[in-house]
Protein backbone atom coordinates (compact mmCIF):
# COMPACT_ATOMS: atom_id res chain seq x y z
CA UNK A 1 0.00 0.00 0.00
CA UNK A 2 1.59 3.56 -0.73
CA UNK A 3 2.52 5.35 1.72
CA UNK A 4 0.10 8.44 1.18
CA UNK A 5 -2.35 6.19 2.30
CA UNK A 6 -0.78 6.45 5.63
CA UNK A 7 0.07 10.35 5.79
CA UNK A 8 -3.55 10.53 5.42
CA UNK A 9 -4.71 8.40 8.38
CA UNK A 10 -2.12 9.89 10.39
CA UNK A 11 -3.68 13.47 9.50
CA UNK A 12 -7.14 12.62 9.57
CA UNK A 13 -6.58 10.69 13.52
CA UNK A 14 -4.15 14.10 14.25
CA UNK A 15 -7.07 16.18 13.23
CA UNK A 16 -9.44 14.58 15.63
CA UNK A 17 -7.83 13.02 17.90
CA UNK A 18 -4.35 14.73 18.69
CA UNK A 19 -1.18 13.46 17.93
CA UNK A 20 -0.81 11.67 21.23
CA UNK A 21 -3.63 9.51 19.67
CA UNK A 22 -1.65 8.91 16.08
CA UNK A 23 1.67 7.89 18.63
CA UNK A 24 -0.94 5.67 20.45
CA UNK A 25 -2.08 3.79 17.28
CA UNK A 26 1.74 3.30 16.28
CA UNK A 27 2.24 2.12 19.71
CA UNK A 28 -1.00 -0.36 19.47
CA UNK A 29 -0.54 -1.59 16.08
CA UNK A 30 3.18 -2.54 16.91
CA UNK A 31 4.97 -0.24 14.07
CA UNK A 32 7.04 2.69 14.38
CA UNK A 33 4.74 5.42 11.82
CA UNK A 34 7.74 6.22 9.52
CA UNK A 35 5.83 6.56 6.50
CA UNK A 36 6.69 8.48 3.30
CA UNK A 37 4.31 9.21 0.63
CA UNK A 38 5.61 7.62 -2.39
CA UNK A 39 6.61 4.55 -0.36
CA UNK A 40 5.20 1.09 -1.10
CA UNK A 41 4.48 -0.65 2.63
CA UNK A 42 2.77 -4.18 3.28
CA UNK A 43 -0.99 -3.98 3.58
CA UNK A 44 -0.40 -5.62 6.91
CA UNK A 45 0.10 -2.55 8.14
CA UNK A 46 -2.88 -0.32 7.27
CA UNK A 47 -4.89 -3.78 8.78
CA UNK A 48 -3.03 -3.43 12.32
CA UNK A 49 -3.31 0.40 12.53
CA UNK A 50 -7.21 -0.24 11.99
CA UNK A 51 -7.47 -2.68 14.10
CA UNK A 52 -5.82 -0.77 16.96
CA UNK A 53 -7.89 2.15 16.13
CA UNK A 54 -10.66 0.05 16.24
CA UNK A 55 -10.15 -0.83 20.30
CA UNK A 56 -8.98 2.61 20.97
CA UNK A 57 -12.19 4.30 19.23
CA UNK A 58 -14.78 1.27 20.27
CA UNK A 59 -15.99 0.94 16.39
CA UNK A 60 -15.67 -1.88 14.37
CA UNK A 61 -12.93 -2.16 11.77
CA UNK A 62 -15.69 -1.15 8.91
CA UNK A 63 -16.84 1.97 10.97
CA UNK A 64 -12.71 2.97 11.17
CA UNK A 65 -12.27 2.88 7.68
CA UNK A 66 -15.35 4.79 6.40
CA UNK A 67 -14.69 7.39 9.27
CA UNK A 68 -11.06 7.50 7.83
CA UNK A 69 -12.28 7.66 4.02
CA UNK A 70 -14.92 10.40 4.90
CA UNK A 71 -12.53 12.39 6.96
CA UNK A 72 -9.81 12.41 4.14
CA UNK A 73 -11.59 13.70 1.64
CA UNK A 74 -10.59 17.53 2.48
CA UNK A 75 -6.59 16.69 2.11
CA UNK A 76 -7.36 15.14 -0.40
CA UNK A 77 -9.56 17.83 -2.65
CA UNK A 78 -6.59 20.36 -0.74
CA UNK A 79 -3.87 17.75 -2.40
CA UNK A 80 -5.89 16.88 -5.32
CA UNK A 81 -7.81 20.23 -6.71
CA UNK A 82 -7.36 19.14 -10.13
CA UNK A 83 -8.83 15.91 -9.63
CA UNK A 84 -12.27 17.56 -8.32
CA UNK A 85 -12.47 21.31 -10.00
CA UNK A 86 -13.95 19.55 -13.45
CA UNK A 87 -16.69 18.27 -11.80
CA UNK A 88 -19.92 19.79 -10.02
CA UNK A 89 -21.45 17.60 -8.04
CA UNK A 90 -20.65 13.88 -6.09
CA UNK A 91 -21.85 11.50 -9.62
CA UNK A 92 -19.34 12.79 -11.87
CA UNK A 93 -16.48 12.97 -9.79
CA UNK A 94 -17.21 9.31 -8.29
CA UNK A 95 -17.33 8.16 -12.33
CA UNK A 96 -13.89 9.64 -12.95
CA UNK A 97 -12.44 6.87 -10.75
CA UNK A 98 -11.41 4.40 -12.72
CA UNK A 99 -10.49 6.56 -16.34
CA UNK A 100 -9.39 9.76 -14.88
CA UNK A 101 -8.12 9.41 -11.26
CA UNK A 102 -6.64 5.92 -11.01
CA UNK A 103 -4.41 6.34 -14.20
CA UNK A 104 -3.02 9.48 -12.52
CA UNK A 105 -2.33 7.80 -9.36
CA UNK A 106 -0.37 5.36 -11.16
CA UNK A 107 1.57 8.04 -13.13
CA UNK A 108 1.99 10.21 -9.38
CA UNK A 109 2.67 6.81 -7.30
CA UNK A 110 4.44 4.16 -9.65
CA UNK A 111 3.47 0.94 -8.85
CA UNK A 112 0.33 1.93 -6.98
CA UNK A 113 -2.28 -0.85 -6.47
CA UNK A 114 -5.94 0.60 -7.15
CA UNK A 115 -8.82 -1.07 -6.47
CA UNK A 116 -10.87 -1.84 -9.94
CA UNK A 117 -14.78 -0.07 -10.18
CA UNK A 118 -17.69 -0.62 -12.00
CA UNK A 119 -20.59 1.47 -12.86
CA UNK A 120 -24.15 1.01 -13.80
CA UNK A 121 -27.07 3.65 -13.94
CA UNK A 122 -29.66 2.13 -12.78
CA UNK A 123 -33.15 2.80 -14.67
CA UNK A 124 -34.81 4.86 -11.04
CA UNK A 125 -31.89 7.25 -10.97
CA UNK A 126 -29.10 5.59 -9.00
CA UNK A 127 -25.59 4.32 -9.39
CA UNK A 128 -24.84 0.85 -8.69
CA UNK A 129 -21.01 0.04 -8.30
CA UNK A 130 -19.10 -2.75 -7.90
CA UNK A 131 -15.78 -2.63 -5.83
CA UNK A 132 -12.79 -5.78 -6.84
CA UNK A 133 -9.81 -5.50 -4.28
CA UNK A 134 -7.76 -7.82 -3.11
CA UNK A 135 -7.06 -5.65 -0.33
CA UNK A 136 -11.07 -5.95 0.36
CA UNK A 137 -11.21 -2.46 1.94
CA UNK A 138 -14.91 -1.74 0.44
CA UNK A 139 -15.16 0.11 3.74
CA UNK A 140 -12.90 3.30 2.69
CA UNK A 141 -14.03 3.68 -0.78
CA UNK A 142 -17.56 4.13 0.99
CA UNK A 143 -16.12 6.25 3.38
CA UNK A 144 -14.54 8.08 0.28
CA UNK A 145 -18.21 8.73 -1.69
CA UNK A 146 -19.86 10.07 1.48
CA UNK A 147 -16.68 12.34 1.79
CA UNK A 148 -17.08 13.62 -2.04
CA UNK A 149 -20.37 14.42 -1.09
CA UNK A 150 -19.84 16.52 1.34
CA UNK A 151 -17.47 18.16 -0.29
CA UNK A 152 -19.75 18.80 -2.58
CA UNK A 153 -22.31 20.03 -1.13
CA UNK A 154 -24.89 17.24 -1.29
CA UNK A 155 -26.61 13.77 0.90
CA UNK A 156 -26.37 10.10 -0.54
CA UNK A 157 -27.01 6.70 0.66
CA UNK A 158 -24.44 4.18 0.03
CA UNK A 159 -26.32 0.56 0.40
CA UNK A 160 -24.09 -2.25 0.60
CA UNK A 161 -25.74 -5.10 -1.63
CA UNK A 162 -23.08 -7.64 -1.70
CA UNK A 163 -19.76 -7.61 0.15
CA UNK A 164 -16.81 -9.72 0.13
CA UNK A 165 -16.78 -9.65 3.99
CA UNK A 166 -20.48 -11.42 3.60
CA UNK A 167 -18.57 -14.02 1.00
CA UNK A 168 -19.66 -12.69 -1.61
CA UNK A 169 -16.87 -12.12 -4.88
CA UNK A 170 -17.05 -8.58 -4.36
CA UNK A 171 -18.92 -6.03 -3.18
CA UNK A 172 -21.76 -4.39 -4.82
CA UNK A 173 -23.32 -1.08 -3.72
CA UNK A 174 -26.27 1.00 -4.53
CA UNK A 175 -25.77 4.84 -4.22
CA UNK A 176 -29.13 6.88 -3.89
CA UNK A 177 -28.24 10.58 -5.00
CA UNK A 178 -30.40 13.29 -2.93
CA UNK A 179 -29.01 16.43 -4.35
CA UNK A 180 -27.67 19.68 -2.63
CA UNK A 181 -28.09 19.65 1.05
CA UNK A 182 -29.84 22.08 2.51
CA UNK A 183 -27.83 25.14 4.38
Request: charged residues 25%.
Amino acid sequence: MKGIVFNLLEEVVTRHRGADAWDALLEGADLDGAYTSLGSYPDEHIYRLVGAASVALGMPPFDVLRWFGREAMPALASRYPAYFTPHASTRPFILSVNAIIHPEVRKIYPGADVPSFGFHDDADGTLLMTYRSPRRLCALAHGFIEGAAAHFGESLDVDHLDCMHRGDPECRCRITFHGKRPD
